[in-house]
């Protein structure tokens, strides 16, 4: 048992009393039968309370194995405590892939999947959505089994879950055959274009991603990461709507040095090596960040992007870097896709949260018009009312908690906030 550390950005400290780290699916049954208040941890890379509990906290960490792979189905069902990076590379190897990555691959499959966290790519959903299936110890200790097949509109409720039904122990995910990818980067293209250009350029490779310092009405990069398959990468032009080929690989932040950057410069290599933008190898240090993310709905991403950019002189100097990418709409009832394409406008702040937590609610004030939802997992700072009336299915979200978990035995402050909160 670890007693009180804190989430990997070192912003928050959790205030739950110990850290168990059971080894096996039986000690999770019996812990949670124990236990008046408890909460799944997985690999702490959130930057709010999301995680804590009032109680005890349950880490997933010695629940790391890869189960099964079903070649037939096209599924392979993990531990929940796997990260990304070591599945990934295990998949590759047995010949397969999964359809996309978030921008780190140090993170757990069933953390990133209860709070919807996503990559970039038009056709592609968020992590989540590659959920088929969910093992979950519910209040009482008993093992659940729920599957996109069987239970249908439950299983739609359960899947982005932030860790309010119970412990997640397994999970099955679609994979797909492995394929390579290439990574071209561009330089210094105009907010502007993306008033005529914007679907042109999401739709121009598998996955997009926009950087923006907002120094400048510029995106300072524009990385697109391209299936070798797509006729359309077989060449790339040396100019993209105003920006220019780099001739040389980049971090996203261009005075940083881009050795932990995932290779760049078209050169083929597997999907995994490719869709993250930092290197599987490169142990990121605990970081001096923090983040928040807002998900706006595509049609409106020129205008809610303009709207950013008037807050250009508030926002540059308290930041690191901005990312903006695309999502695929879902029906996964608790995310921030739900029945909507999405444009994810993300922040990487400086860490001083006095002046980051002044300058949110001017963001979420320029993005309220667009329904903003943020990022489960990022700091917002927006009322629960709000939050609450973005989430259609949010009644049908309580209901289903109430009905696996009725003494509330896996609430914390930021699900009675703002799941359950009136405030
Ligand atoms: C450097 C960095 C880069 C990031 N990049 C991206 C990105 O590209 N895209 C993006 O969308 N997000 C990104 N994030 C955010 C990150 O994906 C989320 O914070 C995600 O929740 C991390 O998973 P975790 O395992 O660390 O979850 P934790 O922070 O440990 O937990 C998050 C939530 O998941 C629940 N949970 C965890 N395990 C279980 C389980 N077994 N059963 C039930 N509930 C569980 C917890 O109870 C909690 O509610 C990034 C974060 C960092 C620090």
Redesign the pocket.
């Given at each position: 048992m670890i007693k009180n550390p804190s989430?990997?950005?070192g912003n928050y400290t959790y205030s739950a009393a110990r850290i168990h780290q059971p080894e096996t699916v039986e000690q999770i049954q019996e812990l949670v039968a124990r236990s008046d208040k408890l909460?799944?941890?997985?690999?702490?890379?959130?930057?709010n309370d999301?995680?804590d509990s009032p109680g005890d906290l349950v880490s997933?960490e010695h629940l790391d194995q890869i189960r099964a792979l079903d070649r037939e189905r096209r599924t392979v069902t993990v531990e929940?405590?796997v990260r990304y990076g070591r599945l990934a590379g295990w998949l590759h190897n047995e010949g397969y892939a999964l359809h996309n990555l978030?921008?780190?691959p140090h993170?757990?499959v069933?953390?990133?999947c209860?709070?919807?966290?996503?990559?970039s790519g038009d056709k592609h959903g968020?992590l989540a959505t590659a959920v088929s299936a969910l093992e979950?110890v519910t209040a009482d200790g008993e093992l659940v089994f729920l599957s996109r097949e069987k239970e249908g509109e439950q299983f739609r409720g359960a899947v982005v879950?932030?860790?309010?039904?119970?412990?997640?122990?397994k999970l099955t995910l679609d994979i797909s055959p492995t394929f390579e990818m290439r990574q071209d980067v561009y330089e210094n293209m105009p907010l502007a274009e993306l008033e005529t250009h914007l679907e042109e350029l999401f739709s121009s490779a598998y996955s997009v991603s926009l950087f923006t310092d907002w120094k400048k009405a510029i995106f300072n990069q524009v990385w697109l990461k391209g299936h070798v398959s797509d006729s359309a990468m077989t060449k790339v032009d040396s100019q993209l709507f105003g920006a220019t080929l780099a001739i040389k690989n980049l971090h996203p932040i261009s005075s940083l040095s881009a050795e932990n950057c995932t290779e760049q410069m078209g050169i083929r290599g597997p999907w995994y090596e490719r869709l993250p933008h930092f290197r599987m190898d490169f142990t990121?240090s605990s970081?001096e960040?923090l983040?928040s993310?807002y998900l706006v709905p595509r049609q409106r991403a020129f205008e809610a992007l303009q709207n950013i950019s008037q807050l250009r002189e508030s926002i540059a100097p308290l930041l690191l870097i901005s990312e903006i990418r695309s999502i695929a709409a879902d029906n996964l009832w608790m995310s921030p896709c739900f029945g909507q394409d999405c444009i994810?406008i993300?922040f990487t702040w400086k860490k001083d949260w006095e002046r980051v937590r002044n300058v949110l609610p001017r963001i979420e004030e320029q993005l309220a018009r667009f329904n903003a939802r943020p990022?489960?997992?990022?700091l917002f700072t927006m009322s629960p009312a709000h939050l609450q009336s973005l989430y259609e299915k949010l009644p049908d979200f309580r209901q289903l908690l109430h009905h696996y978990d009725p003494k509330d035995k896996f609430h914390n402050a930021?699900l009675d906030k703002y799941i359950f909160g009136s405030l």
């Open positions: 989430n990997w950005a909460k799944a941890l997985g690999t702490r890379h959130s930057f999301i995680a997933l929940a405590g978030a921008s780190l993170i757990s069933a953390g990133a209860a709070t919807a966290t996503h990559g968020n979950i879950g932030l860790g309010g039904l119970g412990v997640v122990t990121p970081g960040e983040q993310e994810a993300h990022h489960w997992a990022k930021f």
